[in-house]
């Protein structure tokens, strides 16, 4: 009877080497307030210059999320007074942001769905406040640093569909570089608003909830905000326009300020900065930043490698682990045979010493290495997980741990037959046993010629010789 509207308004710090309107460094984490200057902490007179870095960033994120990109984007003053910035304003865009009217798809309840994106824009982040007590203490390593702002159109409906745009925006930054998207640390953050309505009715009055640093709280904070609008509706109170935040040790939204609290900004253009006017050779640098996002790369792996969704998912979900897969197959390696290795016995190793795949001592060419050796029977399955955890281990080449450690399978007849003699005669009632007809200690046999080997017998071969010899 009700329909719901989300949108997200989300924030992302990038990744630039330096603040967004002077030369302090930045970065998380270091000694408080070690990182700042006039500029940065609004001294009379100073000037902010715009990064270059920033903007090129920003510009990349607004053409992956199929933005119109402003030919002029305009920086303008957002005034407020709050110990977190020390200017009492911040630089922001709001008349002309740098991009407008984009999209991000989603694959939502097995339907392709659009959320369109409003506009995005470049900011300048606030200083870090942490509340001890009865009082407060100030870090303004993160004052200035850059900020860009994407706001979705409220076209979510669920909180489960929330999370996962989040996901899939967060997976898209890391592809493209521009942020590493942790939301403990706060350098993705994102606001959520939801209101509900009576079919047909179109929006209603809007809930922003804030307080929310992961993607799985964002979902949980919606779907209990929906869940308490459609009581409040059904008992016939009106649902008020507030703030909420998240409480995430009793699982509820609280009310935080009401609308009649809201600011006034007076924006007004900031008279220190020109508008930023991307030219021809600008955008043709941004173009180069673009690759292929995770969708259509995800796509283009079940397309092309026959690969299922849940294998295709965990590939693409880092772009290091889909090119590093990519990778192995130039050498000629079966995509499903990589994929199962990547997705299971790799994984399983990296998990268990909590390591990431870049930089381990598994490369492309090792991987690749191994999958031929096995693909050309040289080693046997068993044997070659052992191999891999050898690699691991000794941070050597598969064929080298092969050779060293004398895992080789064993190929020859000649020598697998003598073995075979040696194995039945040795057990002579298990091979009366089959010769009268019965086949189940075939696999006792079996067992004892893997085991005289170490399992290094080419299993086939031995089956052959088995029967022939017992048949
Ligand atoms: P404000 O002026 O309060 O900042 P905006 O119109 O800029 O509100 O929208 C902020 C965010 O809230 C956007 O992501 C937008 O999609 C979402 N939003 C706006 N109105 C509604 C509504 N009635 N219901 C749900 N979400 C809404
Ligand atoms: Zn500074
Ligand atoms: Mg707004």
Redesign the pocket.
């Known amino acids: 009877m009700y329909q719901?509207?989300?949108?997200?308004?989300i924030h992302i710090q990038l990744l630039t080497e330096t603040k967004v309107f002077c030369g302090c460094i930045n970065r998380f984490g270091d000694e408080p307030n070690t990182n700042v200057c006039p500029v940065c902490m609004g001294y009379p007179g100073v000037l902010p210059a715009l990064n270059g870095e920033a903007i090129h960033l920003s510009y990349i994120v607004a053409r992956a999320l199929n933005c119109t990109l402003s030919p002029q984007a305009v920086f303008e003053r957002k005034n407020y007074f709050y110990p977190d910035m020390p200017k009492n304003y911040q630089i922001s865009q709001f008349s002309s942001p740098l991009g407008r009217n984009g999209w991000i798809d989603l694959e939502y309840q097995g339907k392709k769905k659009r959320i369109r994106i409003?506009e995005i824009h470049l900011e300048e982040d606030a200083g870090k406040m942490i509340h001890a007590g009865d009082m407060s203490l100030l870090d303004y390593n993160r004052a200035g640093t850059p900020l860009l702002e994407i706001?979705?159109?409220?076209?979510m409906e669920a909180g489960e569909e929330a999370e996962l745009l989040l996901q899939n925006f967060r997976r898209t930054i890391r592809y493209l570089g521009v942020c590493d998207g942790n939301m403990e640390e706060g350098s993705m953050r994102c606001?959520a608003?939801?209101?509900?309505?009576l079919e047909g009715k179109?929006?209603?009055?809007?809930?922003?909830i804030k307080n929310l640093n992961s993607s799985r709280f964002v979902r949980m904070a919606l779907n209990y905000e929906i869940e308490r609008q459609t009581e409040n509706l059904d008992k016939g109170v009106k649902v008020i326009q507030e703030t909420r935040l998240w409480n995430e040790n009793r699982d509820v939204t609280e009310a935080m300020r009401t609308k009649e609290s809201?600011h006034d900004y007076r924006y007004f253009p900031e008279p220190d900065l020109p508008p930023f006017i991307p030219g021809a050779e600008f955008l043709a640098r941004v173009d180069k930043g673009l690759v292929e996002l995770p969708e259509a790369r995800r796509a283009r792996f079940i397309a092309d490698y026959g690969l299922n969704e849940t294998a295709a998912d965990f590939l693409i979900n880092e772009k290091a682990t889909a090119d590093f897969y990519e990778e192995v197959l130039k050498s000629g390696a079966a995509p499903d045979t990589a994929a199962s290795w990547l997705q299971f016995d790799v994984r399983k190793i990296l998990n268990r010493g909590n390591q990431e795949l870049a930089g381990s001592p598994l490369t492309a060419q090792r991987l690749a290495q191994l999958l031929s050796l096995l693909a050309e029977n040289r080693i046997h399955g068993k044997i070659a997980k052992q191999v891999l955890e050898a690699v691991f281990a000794e941070d050597k080449d598969p064929a080298r741990i092969i050779k060293e450690k004398g895992w080789e399978q064993m190929n020859s007849p000649a020598e697998l037959a003598a073995l075979v003699d040696k194995v039945l005669a040795a057990n002579t009632k298990a091979a009366d046993a089959v010769r009268a007809g019965d086949e189940k200690p075939l696999g006792f046999l079996m067992g004892q010629i893997m085991k005289e080997t170490g399992g290094r017998a080419e299993p086939r071969l031995v089956q052959k010789l088995l029967k022939e010899k017992t048949g």
């Open positions: 719901s509207f989300i949108g997200l308004e409003h706001v979705t159109e409220p076209d606001d608003n939801v209101s509900i309505n179109g929006l209603g009055r809007k809930v922003e809201a």
